[in-house]
């Protein structure tokens, strides 16, 4: 069996001294990290910090003014089309067509990606399986809750075993009882599938599992490490505390 493809610095996504900005604002100030398989590496950022414009650097919809991506082991910019192939995607905006049941939803975008005739509906079968939504195929997108939706989504970036999972606040929007679910859920999906996921996030809550934090403050990354690491470097006794303490003063160290 081949190994699988890894960057310089034995990551599945590898970025470095990414740079950018509108006019006069710095959205991106000299970005480096790097986030491994089997693992959920967080991108923590309030409002403004960043996380979007990064995303969009990492999905190519916009072109850093400095700096690299590594994607398994491949430069993001020479091969952009053979990078995002092996990304899923969930971003804020609904995708799913309401009007459609979910098995012709993800039948549609299968079929987008090459997957055709039994190999489309094993995949599918395959990732509502994981995600617990076996019976669903029948059902219409729009009687079904928010957070169903949300995971059927998620199923549907499956669909193309994706090695990277870029997840833009996957849970906008959903109630307590379902951000916790999903939560569970791509935690376990980065674990049993082997995937790099990179989780954009305001909710500190949500992510405090994560192997990495990465504190994004007005584009500059101003800590990171485990969870208990962060706390620790704060002198805080929540990841919140930390995460506020960070955000508030942009370095690390400064007390709770
Ligand atoms: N198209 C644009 N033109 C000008 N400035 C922009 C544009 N997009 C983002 N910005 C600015 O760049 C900075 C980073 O914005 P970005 O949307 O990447 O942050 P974010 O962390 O995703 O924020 P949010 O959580 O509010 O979406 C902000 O100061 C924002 O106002």
Redesign the pocket.
């Known amino acids: 069996m081949s190994q699988p493809a890894i960057t310089r610095s034995g990551a599945a996504l590898d970025v470095r001294g990414l740079s950018k900005s509108?006019?006069r604002?710095k959205?991106?100030d000299d970005v480096s990290f790097a986030a491994e398989r089997g693992s959920v590496t967080a991108l923590l950022?309030?409002?403004?910090?960043?996380?979007?414009?990064?995303?969009?650097i990492l999905t190519g919809l916009f072109v850093a003014d400095r700096g690299t991506v590594q994607v398994l082991g491949e430069d993001f910019a020479a091969r952009p089309t053979a990078a995002l192939a092996s990304m899923g995607l969930v971003f804020q905006q609904q995708v799913l067509d309401l009007d459609l049941t979910v098995m012709h939803n993800l039948a549609f975008y299968a079929g987008l990606h090459g997957l055709r005739g039994s190999v489309a509906r094993d995949a599918i079968a395959s990732c509502l399986g994981q995600l617990g939504l076996g019976d669903l195929g029948p059902r219409q997108v729009r009687e079904l809750s928010g957070g169903t939706r949300r995971k059927i989504e998620i199923a549907r970036a499956l669909l193309t075993t994706p090695e990277i999972l870029l997840l833009?606040?996957p849970s906008s929007g959903l109630d307590t009882g379902s951000r916790r679910a999903l939560v569970a859920d791509l935690f376990t999906l980065a674990r049993e599938r082997d995937i790099a996921v990179l989780w954009?996030t305001?909710l500190v809550q949500e992510i405090e599992e994560a192997s990495k934090v990465i504190v994004?403050h007005?584009?500059r990354i101003v800590a990171e490490g485990s969870p208990s690491d962060l706390m620790a470097r704060s002198g805080s006794l929540t990841l919140e505390a930390a995460f506020l303490s960070v955000a508030r003063t942009g370095q690390e160290g400064a007390a709770a």
């Open positions: 509108y006019g604002i959205a991106l950022g309030l409002n403004g910090a960043g996380k979007t414009t990064l995303f969009q833009d606040e954009a305001h994004l007005r584009g």
